[in-house]
């Protein structure tokens, strides 16, 4: 089983769930949604920061999203969402976290006319930040959700073209979404690829079911992703811990390594 495995849990969660990713080995992506943000007590995240370091367990993050969106047209949303993204970062001094998971916000159906203001909205936002990601030795990567084909996320990534900022690949949201094969995401995108999202569904809702319970092609998957991004993160996007331990299993029947 790879050991880079990591599994989704809101900041909320993290302490109660704590004692079991320790003893299970499996590496915590702490979610922090926008209310988390505002009542953070930062003396219990760097309690729990160095639990989880004294074990030797890795650590992601994934940004709050909702209502927020880095290339909007709208500059007090782009100031919330920097806002936002601020205060990530600093939680990400104490977490040290391998890549901090971050959502573009586009989608066609909003930004169709607007997509080069989008995107030249996007690459000021995240140029803003690159720096700090370096400093903090993390990695922001830009998740995939309404695309329907990669050409957003790519020219967002060739113009910044920076290390510190790459992709995560959510190959749910690419099952409910895309109209591209997955041979085509990763060839466009495959090198840019430091973490994945991993769950299932059956191409109609986000449903976050174990691998191999849903319509993806996980053999498909899996072969990808070991060719064009043997480095990257996995975590296993379940909404309970009973989702968990079935993906977990069902991963083995892949025979990753």
Same mark, same amino acid.
């Given at each position: 089983?790879?050991?880079?495995? *990591?599994?989704?849990?809101?900041?909320? %969660?993290?302490?109660?769930?704590?004692?079991?990713?320790?003893?299970?080995?499996?590496? !915590?992506?702490?979610?922090?949604?926008?209310? @988390?943000?505002? *009542? /953070?007590?930062?003396?219990?995240?760097? =309690?729990?920061?160095?639990?989880? +370091?004294? =074990?030797?367990? $890795?650590?992601?993050?994934?940004?709050?999203?909702?209502?927020?969106?880095?290339?909007?047209?709208?500059? #007090?949303?782009?100031?919330?969402?920097?806002?936002?993204?601020? &205060?990530? /970062?600093? @939680?990400?001094? /104490?977490? %040290? !976290?391998?890549?901090?998971?971050? +959502? !573009?916000?586009?989608?066609? /159906?909003?930004?169709?006319?607007?997509?080069?203001?989008?995107? $030249?909205?996007?690459?000021?936002?995240? &140029?803003?930040?690159?720096?700090?990601?370096?400093?903090?030795?993390?990695?922001? @990567?830009?998740?995939?959700?309404?695309?329907?084909?990669?050409?957003?996320?790519?020219?967002?990534?060739?113009?910044?073209?920076?290390?510190?900022?790459?992709?995560?690949?959510?190959?749910?949201?690419?099952?409910?979404?895309?109209?591209?094969?997955?041979?085509?995401?990763? %060839?466009?995108?495959? #090198?840019?690829?430091?973490?994945? *999202?991993?769950?299932?569904?059956?191409?109609?809702?986000?449903?976050?079911?174990?691998?191999?319970?849903?319509?993806?092609?996980?053999?498909?998957?899996? #072969?990808?992703?070991?060719?064009?991004?043997?480095?990257?993160?996995?975590?296993?996007?379940?909404?309970? =811990?009973? +989702?968990?331990?079935?993906?977990?299993?069902?991963? &083995?029947? +892949?025979?990753?390594?």
């Amino acid at each position: 089983m790879k050991n880079n495995i *990591h599994a989704h849990v809101p900041y909320g %969660r993290l302490a109660e769930h704590l004692e079991y990713a320790i003893t299970n080995g499996i590496n !915590p992506e702490v979610f922090f949604p926008a209310e @988390a943000l505002d *009542h /953070l007590v930062w003396e219990e995240l760097a =309690t729990l920061a160095g639990e989880l +370091h004294a =074990t030797g367990l $890795k650590t992601t993050i994934h940004a709050p999203f909702i209502d927020l969106n880095p290339g909007a047209v709208d500059p #007090s949303i782009r100031a919330a969402s920097r806002h936002r993204i601020r &205060q990530v /970062l600093k @939680a990400a001094e /104490l977490l %040290r !976290p391998q890549v901090v998971v971050v +959502h !573009p916000g586009y989608d066609d /159906l909003h930004y169709g006319e607007n997509r080069l203001t989008w995107l $030249k909205n996007s690459i000021d936002f995240w &140029q803003e930040f690159v720096p700090q990601a370096r400093e903090l030795g993390t990695i922001l @990567a830009v998740e995939n959700i309404y695309e329907k084909e990669p050409s957003t996320i790519k020219a967002l990534l060739d113009a910044i073209d920076d290390p510190c900022f790459r992709h995560c690949f959510d190959v749910g949201h690419w099952n409910m979404f895309t109209s591209v094969t997955l041979e085509e995401w990763f %060839r466009e995108l495959g #090198s840019y690829i430091v973490e994945s *999202h991993i769950h299932d569904n059956h191409g109609r809702r986000d449903e976050h079911l174990p691998v191999g319970e849903g319509t993806i092609n996980f053999e498909q998957f899996f #072969s990808l992703l070991r060719r064009y991004a043997p480095a990257a993160v996995w975590t296993i996007e379940a909404h309970n =811990t009973e +989702h968990l331990q079935r993906a977990l299993k069902n991963i &083995q029947n +892949h025979r990753i390594s």
